[in-house]
Each structure stands twice: as C-alpha cells, then as structure tokens.
C-alpha cells in the first residue's frame, strides 16, 4: 500500500539554524500538508499546499516558515531560524482532492529538537 | 472557535474487554469527523471516518464509532481489544470549506495480558 514517507525521523539542531524537513507524499495525490505536535499537545495545522501554492495556513506559519514542492516527488518544510518552541514533532500528510471528505495519509513524522 | 476534546489521556484495559474512547467537539458549522490510530513509530492511519448518513460508522481492525450530533460527540468502541490496539488514538474534524484538520490531544490506549 503506498505510504507517505519522511526524512529524517530525528532531527537536532542549534537555535537559530536553518532546517528542511522532507516528505515525500503518496504519487497520485495533489494535496500536501504540515502539521506538528509539540510534546504532551495537540497535533495543530500549518499549512496545506496545491498547485505550487499555499492554499491554507494557520497562524502558526509565520515568516519563518515555508513551503516547496523542489520536483515532483518531494515536499519540503523549511524554518529559517530555529527557536526553542519550534521542537516538536512534524507530520506530513497528502491527499489526492482537498474536500473534506478526503482522507489525508499522514507520514511517521520528523522529530524536530532545538538545541 | 472549533476544537476536539479527548478527556481520557490514557486508558488502561485488559484483553478482550470492551473499550470506548471519548471524543466531543464543538464547532458552530457542520464537520466531518475522523478517528486516526498512531502505531509506536508509524504514521496516523485513518480507522473510520463519518461524512453523514448513518451514524454509526465502521472502521477497520473492529472499530466502530457513534456520531451523536446532540451531544456533539463522536466516541470510539471496539466489544474485545487485543494486545496488538495497544496505541494512541486522535479524534479529529474537518471544517466544511477548508482544509485543515482540527485534532485532540490523543488518548494512549494500553492493552494488558
């Protein structure tokens, strides 16, 4: 059964450093989407991409966030400078219509430490 | 503002009991509504999902779940857990007209021998 994958599943960094994280979604489906949980939190919505853009974000997907899709197999998530709230873990998910009647398969997640 | 709440954070339960994992949401439009299951180190995968029509909806592995929209609840039953349930269940909702997901906090879900 195809699945969303992501990389790498565990990521340490230093305060103010650049990360990527990369998933890579389901092939036939045109919707991708972020979403992170901060430990002992609830799993909260960033953004949701179609169509090389951003079609929905929340108010967490501030400046330091954004979103490509580099080619046609990867998704990627990057934070420009890392803060210490920004550790949690990183969910990809992918749909192939964005009604919301479609399911979103999610990926394992990226946990994400700042140092 | 939309939320889901999961009261139960974890619950213990021995095998072949029943069990049902609460989950009530609060939205002033209609939603869908959505159980994901997270395997220690794997993905959400979808259980069971309600759109509309009847309200108790099927899922895999034995899962079933009752939407009762008077008490804005969306609960989880299985009649006999296994060993092999033992996970963390999100309850979660879609908005009509976005994209997004709105999900609990989860409820750990130990199954003992």
């Known amino acids: 059964e195809p699945e969303v994958t992501q990389t790498p599943s565990h990521q340490v960094t230093q305060m103010g450093q650049e990360v990527i994280l990369r998933c890579v979604p389901i092939?036939?489906?045109?919707?991708f989407y972020w979403y992170r949980q901060i430990l002992g939190q609830k799993v909260e919505f960033l953004v949701s991409?179609?169509?090389?853009?951003?079609?929905?974000k929340s108010e967490i997907f501030d400046d330091q966030f954004s979103v490509e899709r580099p080619d046609g197999s990867n998704f990627t998530l990057k934070i420009r400078s890392t803060k210490l709230e920004d550790s949690a873990m990183y969910f990809c998910?992918?749909?192939?219509?964005?009604?919301?009647?479609?399911?979103?398969?999610f990926g394992p997640g990226t946990r994400l430490t700042v140092l | 503002a939309q939320s889901v709440t999961q009261l139960d954070s974890q619950v213990p339960v021995f095998e072949e009991a029943p069990v049902e994992l609460r989950c009530n949401y609060s939205?002033?439009?209609?939603?869908?509504l959505f159980w994901y299951v997270q395997y220690p180190n794997q993905g959400l995968q979808l259980l069971l999902k309600?759109?509309?029509?009847?309200?108790l909806v099927k899922g895999i592995n034995g899962f079933e779940a009752e939407f009762n929209k008077s008490q804005t609840s969306f609960h989880l039953r299985k009649p006999s857990v296994h060993i092999s349930d033992t996970a963390e269940y999100f309850c979660?909702?879609?908005?009509?007209?976005?994209?997004?997901?709105?999900f609990g906090t989860g409820t750990r879900l130990k199954v003992l021998a």
């Open positions: 998910a992918s749909s192939y219509s964005p009604t919301n009647a479609d399911t979103q398969y």
């Open positions: 092939s036939n489906h045109l919707y």
């Open positions: 991409f179609y169509n090389n853009e951003i079609s929905e």
């Open positions: 939205s002033s439009v209609s939603v869908y």
């Open positions: 309600y759109l509309s029509g009847s309200t």
């Open positions: 979660a909702v879609s908005l009509y007209g976005t994209y997004k997901y709105i």
